[in-house]
């Protein structure tokens, strides 16, 4: 099978090691992936700040860039998120102001294959035991766009579950929000600090030594909260943890 990664912004600039993580996880699983040069931005900060005409020639790059791909893996909820969620959203908007279907025809291509990375494993693969080994204590935190936005449900459980030598630990207060949420971090600072200080202290409640999403950009916040508490704690993107064997972490 011949995929596109979709490595998004955030990763792009911060956390090219998560990319890797994903070809290395994804070629060990016999999938061929490529890394188009052509992506860009989704259109996700634009759109969700108020900038929904800005978004829309992005969003017509995107599916220019990945419409030939047989599937789009993205280790990202968020950015996931924008293309299943919000591409259709503004098709049909921009339908409704009389600019006609084109728009809508553009993106269609690419909104039913564009997964995020533990959707791709789970529903397109059908693995849960990927020959992960990381002999940590990992609790899991649901992040808002993979839990609510795509509906990622158990699947990253599951494969975190099935991971040699992981201790999975429930986190109090998973479903609530770590308090990111893109520029809200900015516009409400004070209440952001609050939620992110909430989720560490939960997060240290657990004793482990981990703290796993499948975003970057929510485990940039609850990282940078964990330093400035001074928590023994470190935040992984699950795709590190599910490309690490024994004797080659990744």
Known sequence: MRVALFLTCVNDTLYPDTGRAVVKLLTRLGVEVDFPMAQTCCGQAHYNTGYRYEAEPLARH???????????????GSCGAMVRELYPRMGERARAEGRGGT?????????????????????????TDVGAYYPHTVTYHPTCHG??????????????????????VELPGAEECCGFGG???????????AMGADKVRNAESTGARVLCAADNSCLMHIGGTMARLRSGMRPVHIAQILASTEGAAA
């Open 62 to 76: 995107f599916s220019d860039v990945f419409k030939e791909y047989e599937a789009i893996v993205t280790p990202s």
């Open 147 to 168: 839990l609510r936005g795509l509906g990622l449900g158990d699947r990253p459980r599951r494969l975190l579950e099935a991971v040699k030598g992981l201790e999975l």
């Open 183 to 193: 520029t809200f971090a900015v516009k409400n600072s004070d209440v952001s600090a």
């Open 103 to 127: 728009l809508a025809a553009t993106l269609a291509p690419v909104v039913p294959k564009t997964y995020e990375l533990t959707e791709f494993l789970v529903d397109v693969l059908g693995v």
